[in-house]
């Protein structure tokens, strides 16, 4: 069956945990905070983390205080872009990735349940954000739910 790997896991739990602390007014966090809060290797969060900065989801800011910030508001990044950022693309068969070349193609109805499936899994994760993200992560938690301010009414 298809698994998310531990990277794209730990990189959805390494931007909930900056998403979390975005909506609570803190915009920067050691990846030594996040490793401790998240239990997860810091040496793993380095690594993660710099697709993340690649794909402009995150930033590193300097100084007392510094650490890295998600580049925008939570409900406006998806969990399919991160996903996409650690992972790569998120095809369920080699043969759906962009440029494949299978001699089948044409003729394996296999590829269309496939091709299906893959559409509707990448559709679901783009339908989720941060922000929806953070809601479930704060009823679990029994925390207050603070509505980020929508991407709209960001100046």
Known sequence: MFRIST??????RLMLNLAL??????KARSLKEVAEEEAISIRYLEQ????LRVHRLVKSLRGAGGGYALTR?????????????VEGNCCLTDCLEEGAQ???????AAYEIWKEATRIM????????????VIIARKKSKRPVKAARRPSQSK
């Open 48 to 51: 993660i983390i710099i697709p």
């Open 7 to 12: 990277k794209g896991r730990y990189g959805a």
């Open 73 to 85: 508001n939570p409900a406006a990044i998806s969990l399919s872009q991160v996903l996409l950022a």
């Open 102 to 108: 299978c001699p089948r193609m044409s003729s394996c």
């Open 21 to 26: 602390h975005y909506q609570d007014g803190q």
């Open 122 to 133: 990448k559709e679901y994760f783009d339908s989720v954000s941060l922000e929806d993200m």
